[in-house]
C-alpha cells in the first residue's frame, strides 16, 4: 500500500508550521483554524502557556494521521471493489 494522502497531509502540515513561523500568520489565525490539537489546547488551557514547539509537532502529527487514515480507508474501499468484480 503506497501513502499518498498521508504524504500531502504531512505537507499540508509543515507548510502551515512553516508560515506561522516566517510571520506571515502574526495573530496565529491559520494555525488556529487548521491545527485539530489546538483545538484541544484551547478547550483545556491558555494558548499562550503551551510550548509553540510542541504545538508544531502535534500539528504535523495530526496531519499525518488524517492523511493515513485516508490512505486507510481508500485501500479498503479498492480492496473491497476489487473483490466484488
Known sequence: ????ATAICTLIGLA??????????????FLMMFSVPMWFVELFADL????????YAL???????IGYLTDLG???TRARARSRA
Not at 19 to 24: I, Q, W
Not at 59 to 65: K, M
Open 59 to 65: 500539528t504535523v502529527l495530526s496531519w499525518a494521521l
Open 1 to 4: 500500500m503506497r501513502y499518498p
Open 16 to 29: 502551515l508550521c512553516l508560515f506561522n513561523v516566517t510571520g506571515y500568520d502574526p495573530h496565529n489565525l
Open 74 to 76: 481508500l485501500s479498503r
Open 48 to 55: 499562550h502557556s503551551v510550548n509553540v514547539w510542541l504545538m
